[in-house]
Every structure is written in structure tokens, then in C-alpha cells.
């Protein structure tokens, strides 16, 4: 299945803004951000058509996924 | 600090700290070596200076009595990253309850001037009365210990925040300074002034890079007092690191608590710049007076497209290893890196940029630097300027302020100085004030008093519960873009739990941007190494919510009530569809959320205030 991956911030700068990721049934988030080569401890935000999600969250053909780095006020 | 060896070291009566009292009206110092009474006066800043300014009864922030608490924390100057703050405490003359009493804050800066001054071996002074005359204070040190005088300071007067500092140092060797700019000078009519401390790479470049403690008008206290500046001088005594200090610098360096404040070169986040961007994706960066339309025009502002015309340098405090701020700088017509025009961070980028509908790099970095040498909070200044363009927008037939709305630069910055100049009273007494005033209060963005950093209102119900300025003294302003949480149990679990506890640093001398607690076993066992003193995280926990208790206790001593515990109106009667995030921040669930935390708060707080236990009873129902 494919799914559309957005990234933002300092990861768009990194890696690209936008995506389409191919990966298997039952994929969850995690698979997509260990293929981008993505931190889990520099990940802040993640987003599944508009929604909050977890790393866990298990994606469907055609997901838009939006992952945000870490932020903090001042 | 003293630590005494013949008692157990568990015992707060077994640290004693230096405390040095100027009175400025008859010119009187005294020193002494006070026993801390609890573990609040151990870790130092608010946790101390809140318990002072309990004692005292305060109608009116401009009276002698108020005092001006200057204190450092446990950590100040010490080898671990970020120990650099110094806090100032008073009664606010800007943040104020329904009822016009003053409210107690505190407001923290970095710089080298907390360092500088704990190294004369004094931990607190206390300025109390005021001066007849302007004066500044030289803290200094002798082979006796410390040393205080007081010099006639008319020389300082008129001058800008930076040039107060830069002529100071002209006179004083080795030594780090605060003062106050023009807005500070005028106090009457201006509550919202900033204090201005000075950085090793101000003093060696001669560019006005200051740190501030700019909320709640500290600066204006100072003002009142006829206290212009302060000097604190003496040799750097920072000590051996040792293991357990270099063990902790790693956890904060490396840790990802920090990774968002380093620049992106290092594979960081780009400082609290970031932002932006992300909160963009949400629609959710404050448009306009808090007002986010939809469009792409707050990209101007993006770092990227900032960096097309002007230079942007990424820098960090003295000896952190947290690069965390973004130094701009004209570019020169060879692409050389030109002159310094002011440091970009979230708050104040926002605040004088794409919430007055200024949407270029150069114009926001000018509005900048104009309120910070002039001495005034970005934050106050800036969210009371949109209020005002705001204002002029919906009421064309019958503006104020020559009419400026937004994106009107020249207005705007006319807007800066004028106030700054104590020319605008208006503005310069802040947003509760200037919109009851104008009797339209609904879109005024401020919550107990003092005006909200850049932050959405309808994102933070927790603003409500923060003491000091709605981001600094309640972490909760991001946990809807994070987390996406929603839930009454949530709210009252962050709010009530991981939230307050972001006032421990502003307790023990380190900058929030750490991205570890106060009370991380890290900063536990570095307390130990460099000072001897042995808590455990749990106390440290303990002691920073009693501290911020005690703090929501004086709100409500000073006339706080449950109408002062909410936020603008707008935010429930006009819910803005544009942002995306979810809208769930309505009257009743803020109603419901208050009784929920009152449940939780109110049985703690009994006994924090002296003789003031009846307070509590009055604003819980």
C-alpha cells in the first residue's frame, strides 16, 4: 500500500517535505520513521490525517502521515 | 550558600545564605547570613523571594515597602550548563487581580550577571524604600567578603538599556551589570519595564546582545526606586567540574530534551524559531492579535525565507552548550555578515511580527530591538500593541493611537518609542488595564493581568493556572499541539502534576531549556557534588510545588477570584474554525476544570502563607 509522508521543520530541511512512502499491510508509524531514519527521540509530533497518533499507530493505503520534530516554548 | 557540617545535612536550617539589605532611602547596608527555613530557601530564586514578599501586605506596587528581590539559584554560577540565572521578585505594578491589588512576581534572566553577582558571595540583596536621587549599585568584593555602595547615577539617565551596560563597563573591571532602559526611567507610565543583563559577547563585541528579565515590570520597580543599575564585580570563581556535574552536562546536552533549542546544522530543531512552522501546519501561530487567518503570509517570518535578506547566526550563552538563539545581522552588499539588529525567538518574533501583520524579517528585527533597548517586555509590549491595532480595525470611525492597524509599520514602531518614552500610558500600563478602559475586553490576550506570550488562548486552558507569565510558570502551552489531548483528566493531570513543576527552574538557577526537571537525578546528584547538600528528587519535587502553591496562594491573598481565573472571552464566544487543532477549550469545560483543580490545590496551599489560611475558602466555591 502507499501512504503520503509530510515532514516539517528541521526534518523538511533534513530529509524532504513531502512523499509517498510504499510499505506493507498492518505498517505501523514506527515503520515509516525508521525508514526515514527519523530519532524517535528528536520526533515531537506525529499526525495521521490531521489527527494526533502514536509511533503505533497502524496506517491504511492512502494515509497522510505528518511527523514534527520536538518544540518548546521561550 | 554555607553549608554546616554539624548538622544533618538533610536539614535546610544547616544552609544558610548571604543576604545583603539596601535600604535606598537613608543609604544603609547590612549583611547576614540567614538558615534557610525549608528547601525553598535552599534552591533559591522564587522559592525564596515568594515566601519574603508573603510577609509583607502590598496595596500598591509604587510604595517603599515593596521590596525588589534580587537573588540567585542554588546553581547560579556553577559549572553546570544553563546555571546562570538571576531572578528578580516584587510586587508587579503591571500584573494586578479584578480587585487592583498588586500581584507578587518574579521574572528570571540569564546573561553573566547572576553568576557574577553570587561570586561576590552574596545569594540575595534586597533594595528596599527608594532613592531620592537616581543611583546604581556596586556589588563588589574584598579580601573582608562583600561590598556594597551606592553611586549617583544621572549620568545613565536617557540612555538605552545597552548603553547604560556599555558605559558602566567602561568603569568597572571584570564585572557584569542590570539596568533598566528609558522605559524603566519613566515607571509612571510605564509598567511593563524590563531589566537588561549583560553578556560576555555584549561586553566584548559591543553589540546590544542583553538577556532580560522582562515580565511582570521589574524594571519598572527598579525605576521607581531610582535604581538604574546594578554592577555586580568580582573575579569568576567557577569551580572544578566535577564527575557528576560533567555526567549531568551530558544528560542536558545530548538528552532529547535540548535537541529542539540546538541549531539545525547540529541536527537540532533551530531554537524555539521551530516553532513556526509547526504550529503553522496547525494554524495555529498567532495572527493579527491572536487571530489566525489561514494563509501562508506568516511564512515570511520562516527561518528560510528570513535568511534570503539578513543573516542569521546561531549563538548560546556563555559556556552552554545549548546554541539556542539566532543572532540576526544585516547582510552586506558583498554577503559579508553585517551589522547586529537583534535575536529571533519565538515570543518575540511572533509578537512584534506576524501578530501586528508584519511579515518581513528586517521590520520585526527593528520592532525588536527597539522595545528591548528601550527596556520594555516583548511580550507585554507586543500583545498590547495588537490589542490596539485590533482595536482600530473594528472600530475605523473611532481609533486610538493615531489609528495604526496592522501591518502598519512606521505606525507601529511609533507605537515602540512612544511608549517607551513614557509618552503612551495607555499602552504602557498594559492590556487589562487599557481594555477595561475601552470597556472591550473579549479580545484583549491577557490572563490575571498579564499579557499571553504567542501562544493560542483557545490551545492552553492552563494559562489560567500559570503565576508568572502563561508559558514560563505552567508548561502546558504546547501539550495540545503535542499531544492532541483533550480530556478534563488530562488537563488536570498536566496542570497539576508535570506542568507547575517547570517552576523548579526558576528556583535552582537553570534555564528551562535544559529539557530535564529540577528534581532529574542528574541535577540531584550534581547539587551534591557541587554544593554538599543532599535532597532527593522527591523533596526537590515537593519544594518547587509548595514554592508554586505559595504562589497561587498570594494570587489569591492579593484579590485573585474565580472571574480572574479565565481567559479572553473571545476564545468561547467566537471559536476560531481556521485553526485546526481541536476546539474543546469552552466556558464550561474551563468552569469544570477549576473545580477539578481547586479540589486538588486548595488542602495543599492551607498553612503555605502566614495567618492566611482563610483566603483559601474564598475563591475555591
Known sequence: ?74 | MIVLNNKSKNAPSSVLYRRCTIDLAIQSVTFEDVPCRNLEDVMGGFGRSFQMLAERKIENAYCPENPLIVNTGLLTGTNIMTGLRVYFSAYSPLKHSSKGLPAAMWSAGSGNFGSKLKWTGVDEIVFENRSSTPVYAVISENEAGPHVSLKPAGHLLGLSSHEKIMTLNKEYYDAHFAAIGQAGENYDNVSMGAVALSTDNQLKSGEDKCRFAGRGGMGSIMGYKNLVAIVAQSTNKLGPITPEVRDANKVIVKGGGSARFQPTSQGGGGGTWANYEVLQAFFAVPENNFRPKGNDVVEGLFRENVEKSLDVHTEACFRCGIRCHNNIFQRNPDGSRGEFIAKFDFEPLNLFGTNLGIHDGMQAAELIKLCDNMGMDAISLGATISYVLDYNERHPDKTMFSGATFGQFESIRELVVRTGNGELPDIGHGLKRLSEKNGETAYAMQVKGLELPAYLPETNPGYTWAIAGGHMSMGTHMLLAKEGKTSLDDWVAAITGSGLLQVGHDMIGLCKFVGIGANHDAIVSAIKSTTGIEVTSHELGQAVRRAYLRGLALELRQGYADEDFTLPSQVFDSPNEIVTLPNFVTSEFVGELKKRIWEIFAPEMVGLLPNSDKHFGKTKD
Open chain 1, 1 to 74: 500500500m502507499q501512504v503520503k509522508v509530510k515532514l516539517f521543520a528541521s526534518f523538511r530541511l533534513k530529509w524532504f517535505k513531502e512523499a509517498d512512502k510504499e510499505c506493507l499491510q498492518g505498517a505501523e508509524v514506527l515503520d515509516i520513521v525508521k525508514g526515514i531514519g527519523i530519532s524517535v527521540n528528536e520526533l515531537g509530533i506525529v499526525l495521521v490525517n490531521g489527527c494526533h497518533a502514536s509511533l503505533n499507530t497502524v496506517l491504511h493505503d492512502g494515509d497522510v502521515v505528518s511527523l514534527m520534530p520536538l518544540i518548546g516554548g521561550g
